[in-house]
């Protein structure tokens, strides 16, 4: 999978009229989306998050990697390994989600 290489920021445009609120850019000055207006303040946050989008990702797959060496070396119990397994599936589909090999949304049964 391949996207505009990250960082990714949000440069703030606010039109009330227009009902934008901005350009999600990558590194290379590339815009990414943009970005409009739902309500007071939302569209600066969902701007915000989307130009975290990069970040996150790397994130999850990094405390994915660390989860499954811990798992690995630690018994932690049957209910806690089922709660823990649920989430991590849930890791799971949200990074195949993001790199574009499923679609849906991705949920945690709570054991």
Request: hydrophobic content about 40%; charged content about 25%.
């Amino acid at each position: 999978m391949t996207t505009s290489p990250g960082p990714w920021r949000l440069n703030a445009d606010t039109d009330p009229e227009r009902g934008s609120a901005g350009a999600v850019v990558a590194y290379d000055g590339r815009s990414v989306a943009l970005v409009y207006t739902t309500g007071p303040g939302k569209g600066l946050n969902n701007g915000r998050l989307l130009a975290a989008a990069p970040a996150l990702l790397a994130a999850l797959k990094a405390l994915l990697d660390d989860a499954a060496g811990y798992a690995r070396t630690h018994d932690t119990g049957p209910a806690a390994t089922k709660r823990s397994r649920a989430r991590w599936d849930m890791a799971r589909a949200t990074i195949e989600m993001a790199e574009g090999r499923t679609t849906g949304e991705p949920t945690v049964e709570e054991a």
